[in-house]
């Protein structure tokens, strides 16, 4: 007997599409996806490519125009406002692209903490939950008060509360350096570890590398999706010339790149790595 996992959310042809004064706007044209448990998938894509209206989707914050999305198995479009509105709020953390999107302005770090775990149902430290992003100094802090980073820590740290079904974050460490940075992405893996299904849109290499998946859009369509870390061909054409992966393109910013050949191996470097 095979026990089939049904995945957290699947989406077949799904189509959003935008009123504009030229007529409708494709954002989404057609994106077959699966999102589970357990895993941290970056979507990656130009500006305009659909990232966000494609998180708004998975968040179930906005309704396809088009295709079919299901949650555990379920035809989202069934389901009552009463019902998505339970779902957001119990299963899913939503980190906005700007984090005092997804905070509430009268409430201090700790409070925000704590609001959501009560809005969530879920019991939480909240001393180790700041602590978790650096923010034990600031626990009695207003967002209107915090840094652009501590504003973003924070809302990844409400977000992250009782290791949500689902995490959706948009471009969540784009204003981050590299610490923090590696505090929020080092706190979706221990929620994936959790068994959280952790969706980003990001452009951040960082991310990009700390992501198990990744899925490309291009034009409101996904152009490409691989899991990352594993082997995968490419041609080198008569030149000698190699087509990198997409998302290994922003480590050689600028286009610059140290080629060293050792033995049967080519390794690519980034000119500083090599100062
Ligand atoms: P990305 O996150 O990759 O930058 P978006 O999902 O924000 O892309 O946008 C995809 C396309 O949909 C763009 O052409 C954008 O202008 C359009 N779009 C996004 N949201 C809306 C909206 N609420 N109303 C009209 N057009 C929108």
């Known amino acids: 007997m095979t026990t089939e996992v049904v995945p957290l959310l699947e989406g077949r042809e799904l189509l959003q599409l935008y009123a504009a004064p030229t007529g409708a706007t494709p954002a989404l044209r057609g994106v077959d996806v699966t999102v ?3 895993r941290i998938s970056a979507i990656i894509g130009p500006s305009g490519s659909g990232k966000s209206t494609l998180l708004a989707v998975l968040a179930l914050r906005e309704r396809p125009t088009g295709g079919e999305l299901r949650h ?3 035809l989202v479009s069934g389901l009552s406002r009463r019902r998505l509105h339970h779902l957001r709020r119990r299963e899913i953390g939503w980190v906005a692209q700007r984090p005092t999107h997804s905070l509430f302005p009268q409430l201090t770090a700790r409070e925000q903490i704590e609001q959501t775990a009560r809005l969530r149902g879920v019991r939480c430290d909240v001393d180790a939950a700041l602590a978790e992003v650096d923010l034990t100094a600031r626990a009695t802090a207003r967002p209107s008060v915090l840094s652009g980073g501590e504003q973003q820590r924070l809302a990844v740290a409400a977000a992250a509360v009782g290791a949500p079904a689902l995490l959706i974050a948009d471009e969540p460490t784009a204003e981050l350096d590299d610490e923090s ?3 929020v992405l080092r ?3 221990a929620r994936a ?3 959280s299904a952790v969706v980003l849109a990001t452009h951040d290499v960082r ?4 992501a198990d998946t990744v899925l490309r859009l291009r ?3 996904l152009s490409g999706t691989h899991d990352t870390g594993q082997d995968r061909t490419a041609t080198i054409d008569g030149l000698g010339r190699l087509q990198l992966p997409e998302e290994a393109i922003p480590l050689f910013p600028g286009g610059r790149v140290v080629v060293t050949v050792t033995g049967g191996h080519v390794e690519l470097h980034r000119p500083r790595d090599r100062a």
């Open 72 to 74: 555990r198995g379920v």
């Open 193 to 195: 570890g959790q068994g």
């Open 181 to 183: 940075a590696a505090l």
């Open 187 to 189: 706190l979706f893996r």
């Open 207 to 210: 991310a990009v590398t700390a």
């Open 219 to 221: 034009h409101g369509v």
């Open 36 to 38: 589970t448990g357990g």
